[in-house]
């Protein structure tokens, strides 16, 4: 039943009603009969934030494209849409039909990082649904988890019956099929739940128990005997055999992102060790340069969007990319199309391409250092030198760019004073070379703008023993930074480190940490990764509510030996090789890129039967 | 290059839409339609299409305008087609013609525009007539918008109304509403202030509201806005055989 008519009611008084509307171009308005399946995709953000998510869009596709299937759309409303909703007894609803979610028989959630997590319960609270798994019974849906959370799902276990790791595509047929078929046999939610666990990639919490020792720590993670042990992470082998996704929503209001974007790869094999999305998406996994431009025209036809942008890791090592920009740039010449791509590596390789694609328009130029010492680029396997970077910026100021974007990151294991003085220094340096490049008034116009993010270590990294920094010694850093990185030219922003320190714990965390998730959100905390909406004090008092130090969590130094709550999901990359990545670190040794540098062993191909495939 | 001038309307979910996300899904739909249209130079070009004066948020309209200059011109019946397969639903052009270069803009030439207002009320059509007359006397009337406070001549500002019966308990304002630089009025304003001025009756709640009609002048005859730019006869490609 459409709730559009009490929806329309109360538009007229929030904020951007634009965001609770449907009729998007290339959204899908359809229906199923009963024994069709019908599938809530739910991004836990408000809508500018959720609509461009990838993933999301390539499941709305495919799911649409079967005839006994419906997929919808449902975002978090904004705080001014939900008091009225609350208000006036409005359940959440999708966007297409303007259906209460609770009519719904799968409601799929994306866990893109620890920060939404609240928003998962508000939303479930905002359909009627009860919030905790073991309250829901069989009148309701299915309530399921994907995206990169579900490497460490443990804190969202009390709220989700099931998860899937892995890549979509790979699965999502036989979890519907699957859930199409017990649907008609009537099937009772413990029978879905055992039925689902059979399917590879599928996380039933419910049939895993967790024991504690004394200390916390994790004994053992123990599986029902129908239950695999553990959980291997599902991959499309070959990417290149997935047809790019030719008809992406096309929203009305300003998104995040509002382009045509095409993923040219999947997966990074430059091991970065910090890095957690190049760690869980190996092995490397291209396009052809024809997929690529082929599906690029084809959705500037369905969409009409006027900007291109290549997406995946690191786009510069696609290894067609030279010539897949070069043929974008001369087919859309003159057609007011841009383009864009979005990682950039600190290299001249990577100018020659921007130079290319930006004849015009020359914003800003971004790139990511992440440290500050040869010493501590080196433990985190970032092979960057000072050398590349001041090279790599002094090109840029001479095509013309004045405006410089270095990433950092503070808080990284082993970090000490002289790492945080590296960036005071590199940072001025690349003030300095544009001083000597640029003259007149592109000189005046000379901006480096210095970002220093907090370090949350994660799981299934060479770092997912370390003890993530303390709020105090952050801001301790912080304040080193602000104190020295200071000049006309430069500029230092940096993200509230209180939020990385939650980020942290719940990165990390175990069963447990769900109650503390749990209290969170009755305290009122929401939208956590909206800096004004943040609040630090009730999470600190959820923690202690549930009996929890976050510290246990984000800030403890844990043994190799230790059961980690997430040991059960497999990314496919070894727990071996991690540790000895670590060790590598401590050794001040680097890792090569497996493309180039042959077999670094991780494990991953043959633990998941795959390859890098390049062209 | 050719000036088109397209009268479309806007209607469901997408009189939701603001003025600016109306002009990007216009500016994607022409690029859908292979309908080239010319760019403004600078660092950030921009398609050279101007439209008329916004459409308040949750208004739909059945009388839209907008002016493209566009590369090529292709004959009325086809542009049309071709610009009705890709729009959004809720969007949709009713006419549209090839306009001479040199004529003043939309914007500037509407002096009023026709609401159609539809309410749901207690009271009968006979009694809020009696009261909006009341109003209408009045020499002059407070405007309160945003936190602004104008006052505007009456009899300048509302050039005409009517009220109907619609059934149901509703009844719709028919409203000939100044528009321009004097005397504007929004279509909420009669309802707000019979709203304000007579307590006794209910509470009148807007269910919906529609822009009907615009025109270059205030006068009888109304000169529709359509029918005030001159078209030019655009070559053989537009010929019907």
Redesign the interface.
Known sequence: MSL?SQV?RV??SVEK??R??????NSVHKTVTGEGVRVALAYPDVYEVGLPNMGLQILYELLNGREDVVAERAYAPWLDMEAVMREQSIPLFTLESHSALADFDILGFTLQHELIYTNVLNMLDLAGLPVLAAERGDEHPLVIAGGPGTVNPEPMTPFIDVFVVGEAEELIFELVDAVKELKRARAGREEVLRRLARIPGVYVPTLYSVEYNDDGTVAKIEAAPDAPSSITRRIVKDFSAIPVPRRPI?P???AVHDRCSVEVMRGCARGCRFCQAGMIYRPVRERTQEQVVSGISQI???????EISLSSLSSADYSAVEGTLKELSERYDGQ?VSLSLPSLRVDAFSIGLVKEIAK??KTGLTFAPEAGTQRMRDFINKNVTEEDVLNTVTLAFQEGWQRIKLYFMIGLPTETEEDLQGIVDLSQKVVEAGLATLSGAAKSRLTVTVSASAFAPKPHTPFQWVAQDTLEEFEAKQGYLAARLKGRHLSLKWHNAKSSVVEGAIARGDRRVGDAIYRAWLLGCKFDAWTKEFNYESWRQAFAEAGLEGSFYAGRRRDFDEVLPWSHIETGVDAEFLKEEFHRATRGEKTGDCRFDGCGDCGVCPNLDAENIIF | MAKLLLHYGKDGPLKYLSHLELIRAFERSFRRAGVEVEASGGFNPRPKISYGPALPVGTSSSCEYLVAEVKSSICDDDIIERISRVLPKGLSVFRAKYITEKQPSIASIIECVAYKVEVKTLAGAGELSSLVELLRNEERLLIKHKGKEKWVDTKESILDWNIEEAGGGRLVFLLLLAAGERNSVRPEVLIDKVNQSYPQVQDIEVVGIERVAEYVNRDIPLIDIYDFYKNVTIGSECEKS
């Open positions: 559009w329309e538009l007229r009603p634009t609770y509307i449907n009729s998007e171009l096309v009305f209001m300003d500037l036809e369905t969409t009409g969007y006027e007011n015009v328009k």
